[in-house]
């Protein structure tokens, strides 16, 4: 999906963030947009690392593929995964939102 389309779910979103969901039985704590792809994800995070870009600035090259990561409020101690792609949490959530038409 492309930066617009993902600030449209993102937006939709907001609404589910503070409140406690499934998959991780956790409170919802931010929405992220990030490249889709795991190089053009670890380029952005280094160009904000290396010229304290910020997230938005940084993302710009890559608005053409980008994802959502869904994060959750849980302790840094623990070892469980803290984030989900926001497919799976609309999934198992069971969450309809307008501007989402999953891939068939």
Same mark, same amino acid.
């Not at 991780?24 to 704590?29: D, E, G, I, P």
């Not at 380029?43 to 890559?62: G, H, N, V, Y």
């Given at each position: 999906m492309n930066l617009t389309e993902a600030k449209? *779910?993102?937006e939709e979103l907001l609404t589910y963030k503070g409140r406690p969901l499934v998959p991780l039985l956790a409170t919802v704590k +931010?929405? *992220? *947009?990030?490249?889709a792809g795991k190089k053009e994800f670890d380029l952005m995070f280094? &160009? *904000?690392i +290396?010229?304290?870009r910020s997230l938005e600035l940084a993302l710009q090259p890559f608005e053409d593929d980008v994802t959502i990561l869904v994060y959750f409020d849980m302790p840094i101690a623990? &070892?469980?995964t803290r984030y989900c792609s #926001?497919? #799976?949490f609309l999934s198992v959530s069971n969450i309809h939102l307008q501007s989402y038409q999953p891939a068939i």
């Amino acid at each position: 999906m492309n930066l617009t389309e993902a600030k449209a *779910i993102v937006e939709e979103l907001l609404t589910y963030k503070g409140r406690p969901l499934v998959p991780l039985l956790a409170t919802v704590k +931010d929405f *992220i *947009i990030v490249p889709a792809g795991k190089k053009e994800f670890d380029l952005m995070f280094k &160009d *904000i690392i +290396d010229t304290q870009r910020s997230l938005e600035l940084a993302l710009q090259p890559f608005e053409d593929d980008v994802t959502i990561l869904v994060y959750f409020d849980m302790p840094i101690a623990t &070892d469980e995964t803290r984030y989900c792609s #926001y497919e #799976y949490f609309l999934s198992v959530s069971n969450i309809h939102l307008q501007s989402y038409q999953p891939a068939i």
